[in-house]
């Protein structure tokens, strides 16, 4: 048929491996196995439609059976033996397709069949393509002869689908993985046809029709086949969009600034437009969303790399860029790609098409969002600035009159700081401790033992303004930590050197005598120096606690002058009403007994 039309994808079909597109990767390791005669009896040639593996597997077979192969390991082209797999007239290559001969007789005729040996080259080639297809028992019945093939056999499986594949084949064959081709080869490769065949074609046609080819080359010259039957030699982009039923990028232009703009009477007429020109509704969300992809990926990298559109739409993907904020963008993808699947199932498609633009168009921006939570931020920082100077000023000790020089010097001076209170079991504790100093961020600068020379260890002011900072953030211990910040379980007493822990609860008692080695490891370690811990009054001084929170006193004579000596007067707790009487806390659990104390707890009888 000499002078019979040929399509683009056959006419300018690849006959050498320099002349595929995009898989260099797998043209020159095929080109060093001819040459270093490394060749494996089975490839497989895995990858998308359109890009390249039976032109390859062809270029192989006139590769191995050339009697004229050049220094880089291409055929000549030629020999007869290149002409005759050229026109697909040799007998030692034979390309089955797996679709339709995928039965166990197929495979045993094959089988039969390669026992013979080449008719003029040095090998016979299979080549099965869409090799997937065949069934279980034909991959069985091939299995021997691929395990054991004869010398002269070579086959080469192209399929789109390996996974598909049983283990035992892939395990027996070398697999090349094709790739998907990118726009820029495509359209290059395009370019080139059309110089050879003089078509006029401009750089933003070549774009749309590589780009709607999908990373193949077969079908992106067939669109090209397509776009010439329509346009003629001379192809516009315009012309391209009107033969393929498109939606050009100026709409997607025109289409995201009225969304970020917020004009609603635009969007519902050029969902109109949409509707009229018969474009489909997932079509127009996918382009959209890759528009955004585009202003998207500009704003974060900075440049136009690594978006596929021609040089003009590329300095203005740039300039647009910059009227959004990169959340706004990810938050305009996200709900179109929303609407695209929910499109699919939607009743009335144009309702929901046109509710999720109108949406869009009113989505708050996120500068708002962002300039509200500063703001916000910078309130709750005023006000805890604001407490914090508060409590400051409260804590603050006020200031002392001076004392009048018409005192009589015989008049006892006002003490520093009121003298503590002791539990009789240390008499040195008689001494009151020094003024403490004014409040300091105890979390910036913590308490140094340096402020006691005559003990030797941390003065009593230190322990004091260190300590509510040392509960809070230091103390290990859970339970210990609850039992101190809790108000009327602990009276805690600071002297230079030492602190004494009067428990007010039995259970607290206990608590503060199993943990008061570790207490006393970690307030020293936290206070820099020598640190004793005392604790008691668990249970002599304050009694029990009961049921309902009221502490019991101890059953012994007091002096008639009121509490003992060295000895707290607790305050006696109102009975609280409408309870159950108190109960013995020794018949209650551990945990009970634990939460009664912690939290002043109450039993309230069930009604």
């Known amino acids: 048929m000499d002078g019979a039309y040929l399509v683009t994808a056959r006419k300018w079909r690849p006959t050498l491996y320099k002349d595929v597109v995009g898989q260099e990767h797998v043209s020159q390791t095929l080109r060093n196995a001819v040459l270093g005669q490394r060749l494996h009896h089975a490839y497989i040639f895995n990858g998308p439609r359109g890009v390249g593996k039976t032109t390859s597997a062809r270029i192989l077979a006139k590769a191995v059976n050339c009697p004229n192969l050049t220094p880089e390991g291409e055929p000549c082209n030629e020999c007869s033996s290149c002409v005759e797999i050229g026109t697909g007239r040799s007998i030692d290559v034979i390309e089955i397709d797996g679709a339709s001969n995928n039965s166990v007789d197929d495979v045993r005729n094959l089988r039969e069949n390669a026992q013979y040996p080449p008719v003029h080259g040095k090998y016979k080639l299979y080549i099965i393509d869409e090799v997937h297809m065949l069934s279980t028992s034909a991959f069985n019945a091939l299995l021997k002869t691929l395990e054991e093939p004869p010398r002269h056999l070579i086959f080469v499986f192209a399929t789109t689908e390996p996974h598909k594949i049983p283990a035992t084949i892939l395990s027996r064959c070398q697999r090349f993985d094709f790739r998907r081709m990118q726009v820029e080869e495509v359209a290059k490769h395009l370019r080139h046809i059309s110089e050879r065949e003089g078509v006029e074609i401009d750089d933003e046609s070549l774009v749309i029709i590589a780009k709607k080819g999908d990373g193949s080359m077969r079908d992106s010259q067939s669109i090209y086949d397509q776009v010439r039957s329509f346009c003629g030699n001379d192809i516009k982009a315009a012309m391209v969009y009107n033969a393929l039923n498109l939606i050009d990028q100026e709409f997607f232009f025109e289409l995201a600034g009225a969304i970020r703009r917020g004009d609603v ?6 969902t109109q437009e949409v509707f009229l020109r018969g474009y489909d509704m997932q079509e127009c969300l996918s382009g959209l969303a890759e528009h955004y992809r585009n202003l998207l ?5 900075g440049d136009t790399d690594m978006i596929e559109v ?3 739409f590329a300095t203005r993907f740039e300039s647009e860029a910059a009227e959004y904020k990169q959340t706004d963008l990810m938050n305009l993808v996200r709900m179109t790609l929303q609407t695209e699947q929910a499109l699919r199932f939607a009743p009335q498609p144009r ?9 869009m168009a009113r ?4 500068a708002e969002l962002t300039a509200l939570l500063h703001e916000i931020q910078e309130l709750k920082q005023a006000i805890n600035s604001g407490a914090t100077l508060r409590i400051e000023q409260s804590a603050a000790p006020a200031p002392r009159p001076a004392a009048s020089a018409a005192a009589p010097a015989s008049a006892p001076a006002t003490p520093a700081a009121a003298p503590p209170r002791d539990n009789g079991q240390d008499s040195d504790a008689a001494a009151p401790p020094a003024a403490p100093p004014p409040l300091t961020n105890k979390k910036d600068t913590p308490p140094s033992g340096s402020g006691n020379a005559s003990s030797g260890g941390v003065s009593a002011a230190s322990l004091e303004n260190g300590w509510s900072d040392f509960v809070r953030s230091k103390l290990s211990n859970v339970i210990l930590r609850g039992y101190l ?8 007493r600071f002297f230079d050197g030492r602190i004494e822990m009067e428990a007010l609860a039995p259970t607290v008692g206990d608590t ?3 943990q008061r080695i570790s207490l006393q490891d970690e307030v020293a370690e936290y206070y820099g120096g020598s640190v004793e811990v005392r604790t008691g009054g668990s249970s002599a001084a ?6 309902f929170g009221s502490v019991n006193a101890p059953q012994q004579s007091q002096p008639s002058g009121g509490a003992s000596p060295g000895k707290p007067e607790a305050a006696p707790r109102p009975a609280a009403p409408d309870k159950t009487p108190a109960k013995d806390q020794a018949d209650l659990p551990e945990l009970d007994r634990k939460i009664i104390d912690l939290f002043n707890a109450s039993e309230i009888a069930s009604r």
């Open 297 to 301: 990926t500009v704003l974060v990298t």
């Open 310 to 312: 021609s040089g003009e």
């Open 351 to 359: 309702l929901r098409f046109e509710f999720a633009l109108v949406e």
């Open 512 to 514: 503060l005598d199993e």
């Open 363 to 366: 989505m708050p921006q996120a």
């Open 485 to 492: 910040k809790k108000a009327g379980l602990v009276n805690v």
């Open 265 to 270: 009477n635009r969007l519902f007429a050029m």
């Open 542 to 547: 304050t009694g029990a606690i009961d049921m």
